[in-house]
């Protein structure tokens, strides 16, 4: 089942999300739909709070972003929760970043390249790794999601000001999207 991906503006999205435990109801429902609902609209990532859950959970899969992968690089499909980025190191890089809950605007972004987290997985199994790369950036994406930050927060106050009819028009739903979405203000 699609969910629908909730839009800009709504609150759920500045949220710092609660941790859960393994009785967190119907998880590995969320969890199915979630991956069914990001691959639905081409994402490759989502966060609980995009479909109105705001628990630390996050999925990924980089499959999608393959022709931007270097040779000894691979995808990467995992399922975070609870995470805890402990680490950030290497050089800053800009990448080309989007947002489900935001359509259509892009914006370069600077980031680590290389992150250590701590997370559980599905089984509640906890995990320390070290990402890199695409990898690394769509998980800083993901897991920003689960403190209530978005990825236009990082962009100068400038540049903000330029997006933000464009973002209330998001916020209204006045734009063309090929996905389910729920908009958080109603149209004038
Ligand atoms: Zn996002």
Redesign the pocket.
């Known amino acids: 089942m699609i969910l629908p991906i909730i839009a800009y503006g709504d609150p759920i999205l500045k949220q710092v999300a609660k941790e859960i435990n393994k009785d967190y109801p119907k998880l590995n429902e969320l969890i199915e739909r979630m991956f069914e609902t990001m691959y639905a609209a081409n994402g490759v990532?989502l966060?609980a709070p995009?479909v109105n859950h705001s628990i630390c959970l996050f999925i990924i899969d980089t499959h999608e972003l393959k022709d931007k992968l270097k040779e000894n690089e691979k995808p990467v499909k995992q399922i975070f929760i609870n995470a805890k980025i402990t680490e950030k190191a290497g050089e800053n890089i800009m990448f080309n970043e989007g947002?489900?809950?935001i359509p259509d605007i892009r914006e370069d972004i600077d980031r680590p390249s290389k992150i250590r987290i701590q997370y559980l997985d599905e089984n509640f199994k906890h995990h320390e790794k070290e990402f890199d790369r695409i990898a690394a950036r769509v998980i800083q994406?993901?897991y920003d999601?689960t403190e209530g930050i978005?990825?236009i927060d990082y962009l100068k106050p400038l540049k903000k000001r330029l997006l933000k009819n464009r973002l209330m028009d998001i916020s209204r739903g006045e734009i063309e999207v090929d996905y389910k979405m729920k908009f958080p203000v109603k149209k004038k």
């Open positions: 990532g966060a995009q947002c489900l809950s994406h993901e999601h978005l990825f």
